[in-house]
Nanobody, 121 residues
Framework: QVQLVESGGGLVQAGGSLRLSCAAS????????MGWYRQAPGKQRELVAH???????DYADSVKGRFTISRDNARNSVYLQMNSLNPEDTAVYYC???????????????WGQGTQVTVSS
């Protein structure tokens, strides 16, 4: 059974920092590209940061220079360090694991349950 479990969300004042973690199980983690997405009330889910299995990273323009995604294949985990938070960063943050491969091949796509991040002004 595949599980992605996020942690580290919470309430923080503007200008503060949080570090989100996502622990994966049930997958061969090193094969997967990992991403952090967020969804604010009334808005569509959007990609925040992405890291390939090789460690290449990409960020939404709105978080470049403030957020850093990293992964630890030995711990089957991906992290999102969020600095200089502002109220516009308030959202539920979701972890995603994606791999295209296997005997099909086919797309394997998994989501965590989300963790709330609230930034007060």
């Amino acid at each position: 059974q595949v599980q992605l479990v996020e942690s580290g969300g919470g309430l923080v004042q503007a200008g503060g920092s949080l570090r989100l973690s996502c622990a994966a199980s049930g997958i061969i983690f090193r094969l997967y590209a990992m991403g952090w997405y967020r969804q604010a009330p009334g808005k569509q889910r959007e990609l925040v940061a992405h890291i390939t299995k090789g460690g290449n990273t990409d960020y939404a323009d709105s978080v470049k220079g403030r957020f850093t995604i990293s992964r630890d294949n030995a711990r089957n985990s991906v992290y999102l360090q969020m600095n200089s938070l502002n109220p516009e960063d308030t959202a539920v943050y979701y972890c995603n694991a994606n791999w295209f491969g296997g005997s099909g091949p086919r797309n394997y796509d998994y989501w965590g349950q989300g963790t709330q991040v609230t930034v007060s002004s």
